[in-house]
């Protein structure tokens, strides 16, 4: 066994039992390599030490935050941690997804309940109309 295979063996010793990296830990780390970018170029545009040194903080604490998940052997809660910004992450793309596809749809007209929130979709060129939303029942007046 060569010296890269033993330094492997024991390195997946070592995180056996661990949180490892998952979604979360990637976030942070795109996190911290943004906020390596604002640093850098907060640097050249301001000449304040006081900045570099916000940034620097922000930055040790991010390191020391995404070492502590990935090292951490409170699998359950750190998964726990996780899922929550899976689930965050997935409404936020999905909800932009569907903004995309309604801008898209030129054959319909879209219009957001006040109460509810609810989206009611009403074909274009029918002129002012009052749609009763079908959630709440709330009346929209608008013009498609
Ligand atoms: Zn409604």
């Not at 998940?69 to 409170?74: G, I, K, V, Y």
Request: hydrophobic share 45%.
């Amino acid at each position: 066994m060569n010296f890269l295979h033993r330094v492997g063996n024991s390195l997946a010793r070592f995180m056996y039992g661990r949180n490892g990296v998952d979604q979360l830990n990637m976030a942070l780390l795109v996190g911290y390599l943004l906020l390596c970018v604002v640093r850098a170029v907060l640097s050249a545009l301001v000449h304040s030490g006081l900045v570099r040194t916000i940034c620097d903080v922000l930055l040790l604490a991010l390191a020391i935050l995404i070492f502590w998940r990935m090292l951490s052997r409170d699998v359950y809660r750190r998964q726990c941690e996780n899922r929550k910004w899976v689930e965050f992450w997935g409404g936020l793309k999905s909800r932009r997804s569907a903004a995309r596809a309604r801008h898209a749809d030129k054959e319909h007209k879209y219009f957001k309940c006040r109460n509810c929130k609810a989206i009611c979709r009403v074909p274009v060129g029918k002129g002012k109309i009052v749609i009763t939303c079908p959630k709440c029942g709330q009346e929209i007046h608008g013009r498609s």
